[in-house]
């Protein structure tokens, strides 16, 4: 007895000893996964260029990323909340299926297999502010499932800025100096028209330096991020009825007979009411044949 409560003893201690290490497996393993997901979402986000406060520095900020998710319908209307979320809107959204294989396999008499192999992605181009980029890249890093890359731009324009305002000022002035010179100045009706056209094309410069720069400040208060989502590749198969030959609806060789007769019988009932129809030229070539065969015939 003594040797058999030491047995169970042991093998009672050898199995807790088992399932506590089982345990701390499973818990590293846990947090292993939880510090990869961490790791993946801080590795999409940057904060490369960003802004300071009291910074004369202008940035366009631009993002790339392309990356696989579960599933992509769900994964797009995330995203597209997470935009409206932070001020944020959508400018493009392409979501589509692209086939690889279709086969069509007949199973029975009537059904066949219809199977289809394709993909799902999506090409969506958001724009939201500066001073968010880094925040929706994070929220959106959470339906990342493989990461394929991340492309993170920032190019200065705050040079770029200053010239076209130096250039609109500059074309503001020289309006101002050819306006008071056609005003003020007596002229022959051609230098008057060749000033005129010099300060329409001043005005044309100034105005195409003032669309410059409004354009470059919109694109560095909303930055544009690009994302190519896609998923893993689904293979959908369907049950569908198969389409009869015509063989199939012919009928038996009975009725075809049957159809057959009768349709014999309809053609020799034409024929009858035809020759009733030209009784007449029957009987002028029977008395032709009667005259030919009595008179001729002797001569």
């Known amino acids: 007895m003594t040797k058999i409560a030491k047995c169970s003893f042991l093998l009672l201690a050898t199995i807790s000893l088992m399932t506590s290490c089982k345990k701390n497996e499973s818990r590293e393993e846990y947090a292993e996964e939880q ?3 961490s790791v993946s979402a801080d590795s999409i986000s940057s904060s490369a260029a960003v802004e300071k406060p009291g910074s004369d520095r202008k940035f ?8 696989k998710v579960k599933n992509v ?6 995203i597209e909340n997470i935009t409206n979320k932070f001020d944020g809107f959508v400018i493009y959204t392409n979501l589509q299926s692209n086939i690889i294989n279709e086969t069509a396999s007949k199973v029975s008499q009537d059904s066949t297999l219809e199977t289809i192999r394709y993909n799902v992605i999506n090409n969506i181009t958001i724009r939201v502010p500066n001073t968010r980029l880094d925040t929706v890249i994070k929220s959106i890093a959470k339906q990342i499932d493989f990461l394929d890359y991340r492309l993170i731009k920032a190019d200065d324009v705050s040079l770029k800025i200053l010239s076209n305002k130096l250039a609109q000022n500059r074309g503001s002035s020289t309006e101002k100096r050819v306006e008071n010179a056609i005003a003020t100045k007596g002229a022959k009706i051609n230098d008057v028209m ?3 056209e010099t300060l329409a094309d001043k005005k044309e410069q100034n105005d195409n330096a003032k669309l410059n720069n409004l354009s470059m400040q919109d694109q560095v208060n909303f930055s544009t991020l690009t994302l190519e989502i896609y998923q893993r590749e689904t293979v959908k198969q369907t049950m569908v009825a198969n389409s009869k030959d015509y063989n199939d609806y012919k009928p038996n060789i009975g009725i075809r007979l049957f159809d057959s007769v009768k349709t014999g019988w309809n053609v020799l009932l034409d024929i009858l009411v035809f020759l009733i129809q030209i009784w007449w030229l029957i009987l002028l070539a029977l008395g032709g044949f009667f005259l030919y065969k009595k008179y001729l015939k002797k001569e």
């Open 73 to 78: 319908p769900q994964s797009t209307y995330v």
């Open 194 to 196: 060749n000033a005129e």
């Open 60 to 67: 366009i900020r631009t993002a790339d990323i392309k990356f």
């Open 35 to 37: 510090a990869s997901s």
